[in-house]
Nanobody
Framework: QVQLVESGGGLVQAGGSLRLSCAASGRTFNSYAMGWFRQAPGKEREFVSAISRLGGGTYYADSVKGRFIISRDNVKNTGYLQMNSLKPEDTSIYYC????????????????????WGQGTQVTVSS
């Protein structure tokens, strides 16, 4: 198993930046593909970005493409989501997720494909 803990959320003005972190403990982090999702009040959870277990493959939702950057440091057992040019509509609770994966290049964009989830971190973007 792997345990995930997000951090780095907060309140930021529109146009600002935040970097979320997802610290993993437990089994070897480089055995897991990772993703970021978000959920705003009254809305369904939505995919944000995903990265393969060694970081060679990444994918973004259209709504964040060009503004967000997903990365990971398998030595530090930590995943990151750099969020730039933030908009009020980015306001959500952000969750990181992981699933065991053998393939080095595969990533996942559906929430049901992930087995492990963090508790979430709130991101609020003011206009």
């Amino acid at each position: 198993q792997v345990q995930l803990v997000e951090s780095g959320g907060g309140l930021v003005q529109a146009g600002g930046s935040l970097r979320l972190s997802c610290a993993a403990s437990g089994r070897t982090f480089n055995s897991y593909a990772m993703g970021w999702f978000r959920q705003a009040p009254g809305k369904e959870r939505e995919f944000v970005s995903a990265i393969s277990r060694l970081g060679g493959g990444t994918y973004y939702a259209d709504s964040v493409k060009g503004r967000f950057i997903i990365s990971r440091d398998n030595v530090k057992n930590t995943g990151y989501l750099q969020m730039n040019s933030l908009k009020p509509e980015d306001t959500s609770i952000y969750y990181c997720a992981a699933r065991g994966e053998y393939s080095t290049g595969r990533y996942y964009i559906a929430d049901y494909e992930y087995d492990y989830w963090g508790q979430g971190t709130q991101v609020t973007v003011s206009s």
